[in-house]
């Protein structure tokens, strides 16, 4: 599932790029024809500009967010905007990928723990282990390692059962926490490539300047609206993984409880039953 999503994600990442590089010569060959038009119709639109003062723009309040996105997006640079939409494709995809894992996991662990306890009290111990074999999740794997030590010969006092329990808890522990380094380094790396953005819209404005030995605001306004809007982009990014992050997080600890509760009740269960050495 980890590779199916990882390629899914670089697919994805791709044609977001030659999509937006498309759209963006698309955008440039449509201004060039609408130029044209507009110099060989000069006189029509003369014409009509006396009737159409009045009238209210409507098309502006018209354009839809994803249009405005898009067009925003073209303005920051097709090229350079395509790395922070990378980061966000994935970002995305560990993001959902730990939020789907994290969800099969989950459990009712207290219905599961009644349940072996009742297999445990009866003495089918083979039986629990069947049990917890045919349940997922971290809770049910920390119980399979107790059963097995329980139904052992030479692993079944209550001291080897309970390291067992805490050994395998921190496995299961690092298996919950897997990929969500590669979510906080795409966090990171989302403003910082907006920053990067806003230096390299600065040293633009700063050629264009020396290019045209004038500091007027429309001389230094494309190098600071690329700057701008680089940073912007970043920073929406790093704010959707970060939500992404923290709901993680809370799964995370949640399934990290449920094993801390089911741990205790594994050891009592352990120690009332009668193949624990005591």
Known sequence: MKKLFAIVAIVAAFTFGVTSA?????DVATEQVDTAAVDTAAVEEEAEAETTEAAPVVE??????????KTKYIEGGAGFMSLVAIALVLGLAFCIERVIYLSLAQINTRKFTKDLAAKVAAGDVNGAIDFCKGTRGPVA???????????STDRNDIGTIESTINMEAEVQGSYLEQNCSWITLFIAMAPSLGFLGTVIGMVMAF???QRAGDISPTVV????????????????????LQVFYNYI????ESL??????AAQELLTMCVQSDKCKK
């Open 60 to 69: 502006e309040e018209s354009e839809g967010i994803f249009k405005t996105l």
């Open 22 to 26: 498309v759209m963006a010569q698309e």
């Open 141 to 151: 794997q920390v119980s399979r390692k107790a059963m097995e030590c329980l139904a």
């Open 207 to 209: 050629d264009d300047i």
């Open 249 to 252: 997080l809370a799964k995370v």
């Open 256 to 261: 990290t409880s449920n094993m801390e509760e």
């Open 221 to 240: 306004a494309g190098g600071m609206k690329v700057a701008l809007i680089t940073t912007i982009f970043g920073i929406i990014v790093a704010l959707i």
